[in-house]
């Protein structure tokens, strides 16, 4: 047990707001336990073990980062990862922690956290994937900078609805303003996300709906008819053309939950019924669950339960990748063809090497910055997310909103060896 001397970390923000309330919050509490973070842990489980409250997270957060030394520096309580040492605190000591932060956080009036803005929360499906954290990341705080709100951005380490409702719940019980979901499951993630909007909090999905009671609006890239017909239309180009392509074809997607991909392959299964797809047998959907290595192995074992396989299509950034990987490092490129949707900076090298001819994408930044912009305007009361409403987003210019409560981006891209070199993200 080591004692230290503790400063409320509520910091900056109490500095500057607060004063008096901050030099009287200065007090010595001890770590009653130190804990190292274990694989599946989240400081909400922690705090249920510890203090029967999965609320309490905040006080193992603040004392941990008081604690200094060996001990973890947590920026996002949402985020820790294996190894790190914890302070656990108390249960009187963490009680009064939270009283603090509490009462200071009361101060300051719901839904106005940020100076002149709202907290908008943004989720991804998980971590560590370059199409969210390089693309809707920066597209969303672009338009969240331009509006006056913070965005924070965020995502659960596995892609399980599991792990993006104990972060949701989370944000619900700091105040944010609206929640920005990419789901990884359309029927797991409502009763939080109701819970949410009955609280007054705006939830809009983007990237990958949930059941449409269960968010105002949805951020649409595409109209997913089109991904979904285009992706059959590509493949069958690439082995031959309509009513000359044939071969086997499978399909390597995300994980089996995640709405997405599965609208997307239902168009598909639709477009293969046409008489030009008759000689393209569709043999199957394999999933890469959105992780590289697990979309890596999927796609060794299509080769191996598929012999003949000629052709893969992977509507998923990461999956597409993965395949495109694993075609050149058992020598298969241009014996088995490939289409997908993925990022043209991840995917240019294998556009020019001819194992991935031709692929699709939309603007993913500015996916990002249409859902933000979405969420803005629903807290600002400026739109109301009804069928038929237009608005302007900023510079994406006018949108509508469709009898789905969808907002769509516009048409997907296509992507080949004669326009790869003209984008880069
Ligand atoms: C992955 C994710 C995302 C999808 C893209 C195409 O990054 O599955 O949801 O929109 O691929």
New binding site residues.
């Given amino acids: 047990m080591k004692k230290l001397l503790y400063l409320l970390v509520t910091l900056s923000l109490l500095l500057a707001l607060m004063p008096v309330a901050v030099a009287s919050a200065q007090e010595a509490v001890e770590c009653d336990e130190d804990y190292l973070v274990q694989a599946d842990d989240w400081l909400s489980k922690l705090a249920d073990k510890y203090y029967g409250d999965v609320l309490a997270y905040w006080a193992i957060s603040d004392a941990t980062n008081a604690a200094g030394g060996d001990y973890a520096t947590i920026d996002n309580p949402d985020l820790i990862e294996v190894g790190w040492q914890l302070c656990i605190p108390s249960a009187a000591d963490a009680q009064a922690l939270l009283a603090e932060r509490g009462g200071a956080m009361m101060e300051e009036p719901a839904g106005e956290m940020m100076e002149g803005g709202y907290t908008l929360y943004m989720i991804s499906?998980v971590a560590g994937?370059p199409?969210?954290e390089l693309n809707s990341k920066p597209g969303g705080e672009e338009a969240a900078a331009e509006l006056g709100d913070e965005l924070i951005f965020t995502a659960p380490a596995q892609p399980l609805a599991a792990e993006q409702i104990q972060m949701m719940e989370a944000a619900i019980a700091q105040g944010v303003d609206a929640i920005l979901v990419?789901a990884d499951d359309d029927t797991a993630l409502c009763p939080t996300l109701q819970k949410a909007m009955d609280q007054g909090i705006v939830v809009v999905a983007w990237?990958?709906d949930v059941l449409p009671e269960c968010r105002q609006l949805f951020q649409q890239?595409a109209d997913p008819e089109d991904v979904g017909r285009g992706q059959v239309r590509i493949i069958c180009e690439l082995l031959g053309g309509p009513g000359v392509c044939e071969g086997q074809v499978a399909i390597l997607s995300?994980a089996a939950t995640?709405t997405?991909?599965n609208t997307w392959i239902e168009w598909m299964l639709d477009e293969w019924q046409k008489p030009e797809y008759a000689g393209m047998e569709y043999v199957g959907t394999v999933y890469g669950d959105?992780v590289d290595q697990k979309s890596y192995q999927e796609a060794l074992g299509l080769f191996k339960s598929y012999p003949d396989l000629k052709g893969i299509i992977s509507?998923?950034?990461?999956g597409v990748a993965a395949a495109a990987r694993a075609l050149e490092d058992q020598g298969l490129s241009g014996q088995v063809l490939l289409t997908g949707?993925?990022l043209p900076s991840q995917l240019r090298q294998y556009v020019k090497s001819g194992t991935l001819p031709k692929f699709a994408?939309w603007v993913p930044l500015d996916q990002g910055y249409l859902a933000a912009y979405m969420a803005h305007l629903l807290l600002e009361g400026e739109i109301e997310g009804v069928p038929g409403e237009s608005f302007d987003a900023g510079r994406i210019g006018t949108v509508t909103v469709d009898e789905n409560r969808w907002v769509v981006l516009g048409p997907p891209q296509e992507f080949d060896i004669n326009n790869i070199d003209d984008f880069d993200f």
């Fill in positions: 499906k994937i199409y969210f990419s990237d990958s890239q995300a995640m997405n991909q959105d509507p998923t950034s990461v949707l993925g994408l």
